[in-house]
C-alpha cells in the first residue's frame, strides 16, 4: 500500500476551476494506477476518473471534457484539473491507488485511500 494525502480543495463559484493534488509516499508510486472518486451527503461514493501507470485516463460522463487527471511519477503526485465547476460537483473528493498498471470504475479495485478533500461549488 501506499500513504496518500489529497489537497488543493475548497469553496468556489459555479464555473471557476479547481486543481486538486493526490501526494502519495513510497517509491512504487509509478506503477500504480490511481483514480480520483468523491462522495457527497447521503450519497453513494462515486468514480470520477483513473490514470494508468502510462498516463492512460478514463472519466466517467458527468465529468468528460470538464475535468482532467495527470500524474507526475518524479513528484510522486496525481492531479485532478476541474475546469467549469457546477454546483453538484460538490463533494468530498479522495484519492485511490492500486498496484496494478490499470486503472478501474470500481472503488473496490483501490487498496489505498486518501482522507478526502471537500470541494463546495456555490451556484
Known amino acids: 500500500q501506499v500513504q496518500l494525502v489529497e489537497s488543493g480543495g475548497g469553496l468556489v463559484q459555479a464555473g471557476d476551476s479547481l486543481r486538486l493534488s493526490c501526494a502519495a509516499s513510497?517509491?512504487?508510486?509509478?506503477?500504480?494506477?490511481m483514480g480520483w472518486f468523491r462522495q457527497a451527503p447521503g450519497k453513494d461514493r462515486e468514480f470520477v476518473g483513473t490514470i494508468s501507470s502510462n498516463g492512460g485516463t478514463s472519466y466517467a460522463d458527468s465529468v468528460k471534457g470538464r475535468f482532467t487527471i495527470s500524474r507526475d511519477n518524479a513528484k510522486n503526485t496525481m492531479y485532478l484539473q476541474m475546469d467549469s465547476l457546477k454546483p453538484e460537483d460538490t463533494a468530498n473528493y479522495y484519492c485511490?491507488?492500486?498496484?496494478?498498471?490499470?486503472?478501474?470504475?470500481?472503488?473496490?479495485?483501490?487498496?489505498?485511500w486518501g482522507q478526502g478533500t471537500q470541494v463546495t461549488v456555490s451556484s
Open positions: 485511490a491507488a492500486r498496484p496494478r498498471s490499470q486503472g478501474a470504475i470500481s472503488a473496490r479495485a483501490y487498496d489505498s
Open positions: 513510497g517509491r512504487t508510486f509509478s506503477t500504480y494506477a
